[in-house]
């Protein structure tokens, strides 16, 4: 099996910064992307920011600027480098994996996300 552990949200004041990192853990071949999505309240889930296989990188309109995604290939770890936070930005941020398991002597792709964790904008 795969866990996603998160961890690094939490409550700032508009502004400030957070730090978001996802850890990959498990019977993992190979992780082809992995990314942030987030969600508001009474809002669809929306892509924050991902990092592609060819080392490619797509931000939401919202985002560009302020926040900054990267990846620790030895780890299996993304990290979402929050910046400028603004209120409109809270919401629950989950992270989201596209990898590879070996699975009875195949290679079969897999898409997993991670149990969320909060993040919350507010003076």
């Known amino acids: 099996q795969v866990q996603l552990v998160e961890s690094g949200g939490g409550l700032v004041q508009p502004g400030g910064s957070l730090r978001l990192s996802c850890a990959a853990s498990g019977s993992i071949f190979s992780i082809n992307a992995m990314g942030w999505y987030r969600q508001a309240p009474g809002k669809q889930r929306e892509l924050v920011a991902r990092w592609g296989s060819g080392g490619n990188t797509n931000y939401a309109d919202s985002v560009k600027g302020r926040f900054t995604i990267s990846r620790d290939n030895a780890k299996n770890t993304v990290y979402l480098q929050m910046n400028s936070l603004k209120p409109e930005d809270t919401a629950v941020y989950y992270c989201?994996?596209?990898?590879?398991?070996?699975?009875?002597?195949?290679?079969?792709?897999?898409?997993?996300w991670g149990q969320g964790t909060q993040v919350t904008v507010s003076s």
């Open positions: 989201n994996v596209d990898l590879t398991r070996y699975v009875l002597g195949s290679r079969l792709p897999y898409n997993y």
